[in-house]
């Protein structure tokens, strides 16, 4: 079906399921059924903490977070849910080095597992940089269904997108 931007990867039987549950206007109420409630991580203090916490289950041994943020300039119209950064300079006679995670603010009114989603691919990063079968694999062990989540989340943009309406009120 022409017009799901979101999910341009999958089968014409996927899009024609997914353009379906638009025509009939079900889309919401089905992510609704699956996703009953928004999230209450509104801070980006909330965020880093809810961050550091994925951080220290999974990846303990890695370098830590300078800042994670919602990003209200991030576009996912340009493919980004969120974004990492890893900048290093010289700083007198050291290397300083600084990882930042930023996350599109459209997720302060999602489902927890569609945020918990970005941030897991977003720390993945911090040890893959390709989205390889190795990154793919790690976001999996950090969150278990990952792939479900990550087409879930792409559904909730398309309902986004077609109904021009918030699917959860906060």
Same mark, same amino acid.
């Given at each position: 079906?022409?017009?799901? =931007?979101?999910?341009?990867? &999958?089968?014409?039987?996927?899009?024609? *399921?997914?353009?379906?549950?638009?025509?009939?206007? %079900?889309?919401?109420?089905?992510?609704?059924?699956?996703? $009953?409630?928004?999230?209450?991580? %509104?801070?980006?203090?909330?965020?880093?903490? @809810?961050?550091?916490?994925?951080? /220290?289950? @999974?990846?303990? *041994?890695?370098? $830590?977070?300078?800042?994670?943020?919602?990003?209200? =300039?991030?576009?996912?119209? /340009?493919?980004?849910?969120?974004?990492?950064?890893?900048?290093? %300079?010289?700083?007198?006679? *050291? !290397?300083? #080095?600084?990882?930042?995670?930023?996350? #599109?603010?459209?997720?302060?009114?999602? $489902?927890?597992?569609?945020?918990? +989603? !970005?941030?897991?691919?977003?720390?993945?990063?911090?040890?893959? *940089?390709?989205?390889?079968?190795? @990154?793919?694999?790690?976001?999996?062990? +950090?969150?278990?269904?990952?792939?479900?989540?990550?087409?879930?989340?792409?559904? &909730?943009?398309? &309902?986004?997108?077609?109904?021009?309406? $918030?699917?959860? =009120?906060?």
């Amino acid at each position: 079906m022409r017009g799901l =931007k979101y999910l341009a990867g &999958y089968s014409e039987n996927v899009t024609g *399921k997914v353009g379906q549950l638009i025509a009939e206007n %079900r889309l919401g109420s089905v992510l609704l059924e699956r996703y $009953p409630c928004a999230h209450d991580i %509104r801070t980006d203090k909330a965020l880093y903490d @809810f961050t550091v916490e994925i951080k /220290n289950e @999974f990846l303990r *041994k890695s370098q $830590p977070l300078s800042k994670v943020v919602y990003d209200h =300039k991030i576009s996912v119209i /340009n493919n980004a849910l969120g974004l990492h950064s890893f900048v290093s %300079r010289v700083q007198g006679g *050291k !290397i300083k #080095a600084k990882n930042e995670i930023r996350v #599109a603010s459209l997720f302060k009114e999602a $489902p927890i597992e569609f945020l918990k +989603m !970005i941030v897991v691919h977003e720390l993945a990063h911090l040890k893959e *940089k390709e989205h390889n079968k190795a @990154f793919y694999q790690l976001c999996e062990h +950090m969150e278990s269904g990952y792939h479900q989540l990550e087409f879930d989340t792409r559904l &909730y943009l398309t &309902y986004l997108e077609t109904a021009g309406s $918030p699917l959860y =009120k906060v």
